[in-house]
Structures are given as C-alpha cells and as structure tokens.
C-alpha cells in the first residue's frame, strides 16, 4: 500500500500546493512517479493511481473504486468504477460514468461515455457521446483502432457525434451499440441503439432504424477531382446534427441536476463528482455552441467566393442568429427550468441508494414520462431553426 502521505513525505509522488487534502478518501492507492495538481481535485474512496505507469491528474473528481493504470488525465471527471490503462490521454470535458472504461492508449476530450461503455485500445475518441447497454457484460463497445474523425478540409470542428441518445440511454435499458475495430466514424454523425457497424468500416451518416448492421462500400468510384475548402456543399444535416447533439447535452445535464444528485450528494467526493459532472457539461455546450457559431461563420464568408452557393446555405446563416441568441439563453437559463411535478415525484420516490439497479428497476409508465422529459429537452433545441424543406429540420 502506498498512500498519499508516505510517498509526499518521500518525495516520490508530487502533491501541488492548491490541493486540498483532505478532498482525497484516506484509502487511495497510488504508486511512485504521479502527480497531482488543481484545487477541484477529488479522489474518492477504493482509487487505485497510477498502478502500470505514473498519472498527472490535473482538477479531475473521482468517485469509488476509479482506477487510473498510468497517463495524464485534466479537468474530467469519472464516476464509480470507471477505468483507464496506461498511456491513457483524457483532456477536458470528459465524463465517464458508472463502469464506462478505456483500455490502453485511449486519447478522449469532451467525451461522454455513459455507464458501462467500453473502448479498446490505440483509440481517439474526441468530442462524441455514446450510450447503450444494459449490464458491465452488454455494454457499448468502441474496438480497438477506432477514430472518431472531428476536424473537416473546412477546418471545422461542429462535428460531435452521437452513439445512442441521452433520453433512452440513461435510463439502462437499450441494446448495446459495436464499433468494429480498426475502424471510424466521420462526425457529426447519430447512431441508433443497436447500431453494429463491422471491423474495418470507415462510416459516414446517420443510423436511423435500431438494431441494424450496417456498412458501405469505402467511394463507389475513384476520385481526382478540383476540390475548393472554401465552398460549401448542403450543410443541413450538419447542422441539425449539432442540434440534436447539444439537445442531448442539455437532457443529459437536467438529468444530472435533478435525479444523480439525489445519488451524489451523501459524501464529500460525491458532491465534488456532481459538481465536476455538470461542469464537464457546460464546457460541452459552450463549446458546441461556439463550434458550430464558427461553422455557420464561415459559410456566410464562403458566399463571396461561390458563384451559385446552396440556397439552403443561406437561408441557415440567415436563421442562425436569431436561433443563436435562443440557444444561448436556453444553455444560460437552464438550472431555472421547472421540473413537471409528474418527474418530481418519480424522482423523490426512488431510494437513492443505488443509482444503476434503481433507474433499471423503473416502471415502464415511469420510464416512459422521464423519457419524455428529456426529449422534451432535444426537440426544444430541433425547433429553435424553423423547418422546411430546405431547413436544418425539414
């Protein structure tokens, strides 16, 4: 056993200044060579750091039993039992909840993996959310070599993806999604529960239908051909993508305000990982918000070098301020949300004692008026761009 204090005192594990000590559960494990820094630091009781190679682990809150085999970790947080291996690369804006895991080698950032997702290994995963599965033994699976490809020739990044949904998905109860190895995935894309998409396929679109296997041919044909980065093609589906994405967030963090507190709020390290989860989520939507703003920028700007731009085009950058300005009064305003008092009362009749097997155990009527709830969230966000034919939501 290694604790904090015998290998501060040796010199052996760096401590910064700022943090607060007593914020870390007197039974954490770590080995030689880690270092800790930030003053919202939070490690909860049962961790286990640093156990195949040193960690950095920079303003991150852990709940219980979390172990971090080796790597540099920063402002995420990681709910009970998640797992990362060594050589893991966690930048900000990460959420992993309960018994979601990264095997070695794994680069994330403003990434959510809701209980039990499991990567493999060599991955980058950035700036996508993904849900589904029932149990640590039916959980989403992202194969080893996978990409989640987020950066365009446009040099966008309004490219967040969704694998699953947030108000199906938290409450445990759909069939895992497969992403086969040695594979990616071009966002911003959505994929339906049950989506298996095979080792090797490089997937670009949408999965509607549930529980379909599915792969495409790579191009129908060979390429060469001029190319202009400073052009746009139709961007509508882009831009309901994003939509839809950030609906989920903001399902994802009314979920987080109303019912996980009632679950992490009897601790010290609890109330930190409720606190740090709904950070993590407001810097999602801050920065998808300002991901697609640049996007939409940079289509108008394309207008004065394109002879015939899409006419869709332009009438999304002509929609997009007034739709900007609710969509950020929406982000701003959302702690201030009245909860319908039919939520209210399923939530403040649950035992809030164990959070997975509670939320599993939900009645169907229950389940179904908090999933309407959180869709609530989603479709409020769809409508803020009018729909039409050549309408984002058309």
Known sequence: MNTLHELQDSGALFVGPEVHLE????DVVFYPGCRLSGGELSIGPGCVIGAEAPVTLNNCQLGARVHLAGGYFEESTFLDDAKAGSCSHVRPGCLLEEGASIAHSVGIKQTVFLPWVTAGSLINFCDALM???????????????????????????????????????????????????????????????GTVIPA??????NVEKPNQLVARAGFKRDLAMTYNPNTFSSISQIVRNNLTY????LALDAWHRVVRSRYLSEFAFQEACRVG????????LSERLNRLDELLKKVEKSFANDPSPQKENQELVQQWAKAKEALTKLIESRDAVVVPSEV???????????????????????STILNLWLTYHVATVERLMPSGRNSCCG
């Open 23 to 26: 914020r870390i559960a007197p």
């Open 131 to 193: 849900a589904g599965g029932t149990s640590r033994k039916d959980h989403s699976e992202i194969g080893s070599s996978y990409i989640h490809f987020n950066f365009t020739p446009h040099q966008d990044k309004a490219t967040a993806s969704l694998i699953g949904d947030v108000p199906n998905g938290v409450l445990l109860k759909q069939p895992p999604i497969f992403l086969g190895g040695q594979g990616g995935l071009v966002g911003p894309s959505k994929l339906a529960f």
């Open 200 to 205: 090797g396929q490089i997937w670009r679109g």
């Open 246 to 249: 950030i609906g989920n967030i």
């Open 277 to 284: 989860a709904r950070k993590r989520l407001a810097d999602i």
């Open 344 to 366: 209210t009362a399923i939530v403040n009749a649950l035992p809030a004692k164990e959070y997975l097997t509670e939320v599993q155990a939900l009645s169907e009527v229950d």
